[in-house]
């Protein structure tokens, strides 16, 4: 009788995401508002309403294919690149619209720090992959590109490692740090809101520590939303949860609250993994 | 673009594999057996392709590699000449090579076996008894001219038919001959052959038989026609010592010089009486008189076209009279000088066949080859200097006889020690040399074909040699290097493989290169530009269903047939850009700054619009756009062309008759009157000119303003150098640079500031901002190419001396955009599948830290991609330099060496296509063919392997891609 909540969402049938009232306490940076989402005629998003609270760390969580990295890339518009991708609804950044037809998308873009499943350097050095979003937007002055690739490899704690091999490829980096290299890029612009999607998927325990540590230290600076698979992760890093399936919010709370006493009993078979 | 989840999924690298289950099962049999014959096949495939390969590369370098080498002699025989005096005044050949035709000083024109010695036929040359004191023989006319003491002068045209009789009737009357032996054809031998041949009138009496084979036998005749004596006016009864003729079938010239040193020279018309009674000659002299008592002479020559004698003495001294006016005027000596240093001494003369050079042996056993060529800085009043052509090392020995080959250049050389060589004179090659017998040799001569040479020596010793002349007109020099030919007045880079009978061949394959390498580079710079941008475009900025569409389309294209094309580009390109050349030269600047301009003022579109946006509609727009931009070119073409190119005032004046005699000439032009076109050009830009052989200075002031003298203005008068001065085609010119400059300067200084002072304003207003910094840099190139041209003028440079020149319709031009064309489809395609290989990831992570798709594109794709562009280009490099029927059809296959895009050109593959069928098999002519597919094979191997070499280092970077 309890599961119905999932059934309906297989059966298709509109369900209300069950989101807990301390969000509602914390102002956010990033609101959705029945944001819906299509891939041609495939409906992907279904009417998510959710805010990503200022300053905190906030996991999405859920299976496979159920929309979290759509969502993600929906917020900094990469999916305006697919040619089949229809939207309604909206999503704000700091109460300004982001599918508005005046905002310039490319200064929405670094305004939003975004960190992909796979380690994606480009090939050039160390140096030039860091400050890469600085001379693009056309910073050439030495001293601040040095200054500002410093800060963000101490940011991404990496700078121990490669700050002596800065003008080498890369390429030439292991996977934890080509992926910490790719948070100091992520970073070194000061964006609003770091999106992280699956950051760890491709590291090993050492690297994702090393890494889950590295979100837990720039918590303080910048807001974070991370999108991920493992549970202990989302206990461990992150202070709100949102659980999804098939493109539905499912349950959305604080972390604490979602792990240990979720509303809905889905939600606990999902993060307890008895679920699939 | 399209960076989607589901290619980052895809692009995750090779995860780990499924541990499947651990199986010890056997490979099957079948499997084995196939792996085993794919295996063979991909090899042997493999294999096979680097055969054939090999194959074609040492077929070629077999071809080639004979016009490198050096001939060689054959066997030899040598016999005792049945000569009445050791000093025969001629020798030459017989026809069919088994014979020698002497002229004795007594007289007597002989024929002489090469086998025997002995006499063949005999004829006498003499005048009323009187033996000639000096011949000459013309190789071309076949003619023999002789000049008797008494002062006549007669020539005979000599003429050796050779009949090959029927064997079954000759088997009959002379089976008992042995082969080599003849039989003078007597009485009753006559009736037979008479009856058998249909020809007793045409026999001379010196007609014979030879058996030639075993069913071979051959009439043979030597038949010489007299003509009536001529009396040389002014030199009757004057002994002639050295004598020299160049006749034509119109005119004769002799120059004689008399025992007393006295100058003639002479020229003869052959006059045909009306009604009939046979031709005389009508013979006027004039005769030169020699300013100083002239020591020994060697040899007295007047050249073929008539223009020079050339008095050669033997200190090395040669004086050169300026006979260009005939007999009619004076005959001043224009020019004295040494052709030998020190004291050496010339030891024998010739003029080399055309009768152009003079062939000059000397003492030390060196020839050296002259010509006259026009020099603006001699002092001599005909404006031409006597230069050596070319040197042959020293051989020691003293040259003491020169022979003049007929098919060639080549000439046989005779020397005192017995020694006997062929040399050919353009390419400086040896072609084939005898050992010294340690009798000097008196006179030599060489076969037309080169493949006999023979030589009489002081002590009436007849010597002959089977040569193999190999390919004496090729050469390192003369395939690649300068040579200085006949006629020219510097050393030249010419190709022209077949000109008339005994002209020099010109075999310089650089000339083609250059072609080559002209047509690929227009070529490229106009097609690699337009592919890689479009290559961009299509991958960064259409989406894949547009492109899945375009590409296809475009593939298309490149399967079009190059004759095609090649026709497009002959019938409708070329008369196109003739008829609208001003459109075509001003869209090269308008098409880009139009596109340009456009892609600025649309960022000021509001951006409701750009979002509506689609791939289709920005092609339509973009179609739109050019489309306009082309207009605006037919527009603006017309008013450039009249503003720009027009007559000047000087051009007015002078086209006006508002001129005066002009008080001082320029110092370079020291006081000649006969100018090139770019000299009059020069004159012009300081307001001179030359009108009717006087220096004039033009009076612009004289014309009214609006006067229409001087003509249209036209583009095509000013290529032609006929009106106008150089600046508005250094404008045109310098467009390109200047912009190039100016994009280097924007980015280099003002590029950060400008993006501060941008940034600052709102969305529309930086955009205006930019459109305004893109005008403004559009005026500032103008104002650049405008001061570039203004300077480079006034250096005194003019376009139409380099990139600019005369209009011929089917130019460079039109290749390069036809060719271009054919080019840009696989340059476009390779591009574009380059891009689309950069993994997806990268552009995602360039665009989610707010890159521009441009920025995208230009910062990560390019340089990522930067191999296979690179590789894109170089195959299409390779096309376009194996390209053959669009340049074929497309020029005018002139082999012209020019920077001028106006002119035509021709290609090695053009000059292959064209010229094989024509080059008999095996020929220099064949050879220097298949030189030119193997330097064509070097040329596309130095840009693959370069090409490869690039692409692997590239690799090498991106390898942890
Ligand atoms: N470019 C695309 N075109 C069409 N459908 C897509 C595209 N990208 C994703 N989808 C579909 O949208 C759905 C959501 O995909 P998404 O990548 O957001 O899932 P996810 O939650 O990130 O999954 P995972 O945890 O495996 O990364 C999936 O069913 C997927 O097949
Ligand atoms: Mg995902």
Redesign the pocket.
């Known amino acids: 009788m309890r599961l119905n909540v999932l059934e309906a969402i297989r059966a298709g049938r509109p369900v209300e995401s069950v989101i807990h009232p301390e969000l509602a306490r914390s102002p956010s940076v990033l609101q959705a508002e029945n944001f819906a989402l299509w891939?041609?005629q495939?409906k992907?998003l279904h009417e998510v309403s959710m805010g990503v609270p200022r300053g905190k760390v906030t996991a999405l969580i859920?299976p496979?294919?159920?929309?979290?990295?759509?969502l993600l890339r929906s917020i900094n518009r990469l999916n305006d690149l697919?040619d089949?991708v229809r939207i309604e609804g909206d999503i704000t950044l700091n109460g300004e619209p982001v599918y508005s037809p005046d905002v310039d998308v490319i200064e929405l873009r670094k305004r939003l720090g975004m960190v992909f499943?796979r380690p994606n350097p480009f090939p050039m050095s160390i140096y030039e992959n860091v400050v890469y979003p600085l001379r693009i937007d056309g910073e050439n002055r030495k001293p601040v590109l040095r200054e500002a690739c410093e800060k963000a490899l101490k940011a991404a704690a990496i700078w121990d490692e490669v700050k002596d091999r800065l003008s080498s490829s890369a390429l030439g980096l292991s996977g934890g740090q080509q992926q910490r290299l790719c948070i100091a890029r992520a970073v070194v612009a000061d964006p609003e809101v770091l999106l992280l999607d699956?950051p760890c998927s491709a590291l090993d325990p050492i690297a994702t520590i090393r890494i889950e540590e590295l979100i837990h230290e720039i918590s303080s600076r910048y807001t974070v939303l991370i999108?991920t698979?493992n549970m202990q992760q989302a206990a461990r890093v992150s202070d709100f949860t949102a659980f999804m399936y098939l493109g539905r919010l499912v349950e959305y709370g604080p972390t604490a609250t979602i792990f240990q006493n979720p509303k809905l009993p889905e939600t606990e078979q999902y993060v307890t993994g008895r679920f699939g | 673009m399209n960076p989607?989840?589901?290619d980052e999924h895809t692009n995750r690298g090779p995860g780990p594999e499924p541990p499947g289950p651990v199986s010890l099962r056997q490979t099957g049999s079948w499997v084995r057996f196939w792996d085993g014959v794919a295996g063979v096949t991909i090899t042997g495939g493999g294999l096979a392709v680097l055969a054939a390969m090999l194959g074609i590369c040492v077929f070629l370098v077999a071809s080639a590699a004979p016009l490198f080498g050096s001939g060689g002699a054959g066997a030899e025989q040598s016999t005792i000449a049945n000569l009445d005096d050791s000093a025969p005044m001629l020798v030459r050949l017989g026809v069919r090579e088994h014979s020698a035709l002497v002229l004795e000083p007594t007289g007597d024109l002989r024929e002489l076996s090469l086998h025997t010695g002995a006499r063949l036929a005999s004829v006498d040359v003499r005048n009323e008894g009187v033996a000639p004191s000096a011949a000459s023989y013309d190789p071309q006319g076949h003619t023999l001219t002789l000049a008797y003491p008494d002062g006549t002068t007669r020539s005979a045209s000599i003429d050796q038919p050779d009949i090959l009789l029927d064997p079954e009737f000759a088997e009959n009357a002379w089976d008992d001959m042995d082969i080599g032996d003849w039989i003078r054809i007597d009485g009753s031998h006559r009736e037979q052959i008479a009856t058998a041949l249909r020809l007793r009138t045409d026999l001379s009496d010196q007609a014979r038989v030879v058996r030639a084979g075993p069913d071979e036998w051959v009439v043979e005749d030597l038949r010489v026609d007299l003509t009536p004596p001529a009396s040389i006016p002014g030199l009757t009864g004057v002994p002639v010592k050295v004598h020299s003729v160049r006749a034509s079938a119109r005119l004769g010239r002799l120059v004689c010089l008399t025992d007393e040193g006295r100058l003639f020279y002479a020229e003869s018309r052959r006059v045909v009486r009306l009604g009939g009674g046979g031709s005389s000659e009508r013979v006027q002299a004039r005769e030169t008189p020699l300013s100083q008592a002239s020591p020994e002479t060697v040899g007295v020559f007047v050249t073929s076209d008539g223009s020079s004698i050339l008095l050669v003495h033997a200190d090395g001294l040669l004086r050169r009279f300026d006979a260009r006016g005939g007999v009619d005027s004076e005959i001043p000596e224009v020019e004295t000088r040494r052709l030998l240093e020190g004291d050496v001494r010339v030891t024998s003369a010739q003029m080399a066949l055309g009768g152009l050079s003079l062939l000059v042996g000397d003492n030390t056993g060196r020839v050296t080859s002259w010509t006259t060529v026009s020099d603006p800085s001699t002092s001599a009043i005909d404006g031409r200097r006597f230069r050596r052509a070319s040197t042959s090392s020293a051989g020691g020995s003293p040259v003491t006889a020169i022979g003049v080959g007929e098919r060639d250049r080549t000439i046989a050389l005779g020397f005192a020690d017995g020694g006997i060589e062929l040399r050919n004179m353009t390419s400086g090659k040896r072609v084939a040399s005898l050992p010294a017998t340690g009798t000097g040799v008196i006179a030599v001569a060489v076969a037309p074909a080169l493949d006999r040479a023979i030589a009489i020596g002081s002590d009436a010793s007849l010597r002959s040699a089977q040569i193999e002349p190999g390919h004496p007109q090729a050469g390192w020099g003369a395939l690649f290097g300068r040579v200085l030919y006949e006629g020219y007045d510097k050393p030249e880079f010419i190709y022209q493989s077949t000109g008339a009978q005994g002209a020099e061949a010109k075999l310089s394959l650089t000339p083609l290169i250059w072609g080559t390498l002209k047509a690929t580079i227009v070529a490229m710079l106009i097609a690699a530009p337009i592919a890689v941008l479009g290559a961009i475009f299509s991958s960064e900025f259409l989406s894949p269903r547009v492109r899945r569409t375009i590409k296809p389309t475009v593939e298309l294209m490149a399967s079009l047939p190059s004759v095609v094309l090649g026709f497009v580009a002959a019938v409708l390109v070329a008369p196109y850009v003739r008829d609208w050349l001003p459109t075509v030269m001003v869209a090269f600047a308008v098409v880009p700054l139009t596109v340009m301009g456009v892609a600025h003022a649309w960022r000021l579109a509001p951006a409701a619009w750009s979002r509506r946006m689609s791939s289709v509609r920005l092609l339509g727009l973009i179609a739109a756009v050019f489309v306009l931009s082309v207009a605006l070119s037919a527009l603006l073409g017309p008013v450039i062309e009249r503003t720009l190119f027009a007559p000047d005032r000087v051009d007015r004046a002078l086209a006006a008759g508002a001129f005066e005699p002009a008080e001082s000439a320029p110092p370079w032009l020291d006081a000649r009157t006969d100018l090139t076109v770019s000299e009059s050009r020069r004159l012009r830009a300081d307001g001179l000119a030359i009108r009717e052989d006087v220096l004039v200075r033009a009076l612009p002031d004289r014309v009214e303003l609006g006067s229409d003298a001087g003509g249209q203005a036209s583009i095509r008068r000013w290529l032609d150098g006929a009106i106008g001065g150089p600046w508005p085609g250094w404008v045109v010119a310098m467009i390109l640079p200047a912009s190039v400059l100016v994009a280097f300067f924007n980015a280099r200084f003002v590029a950060r500031r400008w993006a501060g002072v941008v940034s600052a304003q709102s969305k529309r207003a930086g955009a205006a901002l930019e459109l305004g910094r893109f005008v403004v840099s559009a005026m500032v190139t103008l104002v650049v190419a405008i001061g570039l041209a203004w300077a480079l003028t006034g250096l005194g440079f003019d376009p139409r001396d380099s990139i600019f020149g005369p209009f011929t319709q089917r130019n460079t031009l039109v290749v390069g955009l036809v060719m271009g064309f054919a080019v840009i489809p696989i340059i476009y395609t390779i591009a574009d599948d380059a891009m689309r290989a950069v993994p997806n990831s990268l552009r995602s992570a360039s665009l989610g830290a707010g890159a521009t798709r441009w920025q995208t594109a230009v910062r990560i794709v390019l340089p990522v991609a930067g191999s296979g562009i690179f590789s894109a280009c170089m195959i299409g490099l390779g096309r376009a330099v194996g390209e053959t029927m669009i340049v074929l059809m497309a020029t005018g296959n002139t082999p012209e060496m020019t920077m001028n895009i106006f002119a035509g050109f021709r290609t090695l593959a053009a000059n292959i296509a064209v010229e094989l069928p024509e080059a008999a098999r095996g020929g220099t002519h064949y050879r220097v063919l298949f030189l030119c597919g193997l330097v064509l094979f070097a040329m596309t191997a130095i840009i693959n392997t370069s090409a490869e070499l690039v692409r692997q280092s590239f690799r090498k970077r991106n390898a942890a891609l």
Not at chain 1, 64 to 70: A, D, R
């Open positions: 891939y041609g495939s992907t859920g496979s294919g159920c929309g979290k990295s759509t697919i089949s499943q699956e999108v698979h | 989607d989840e589901r």
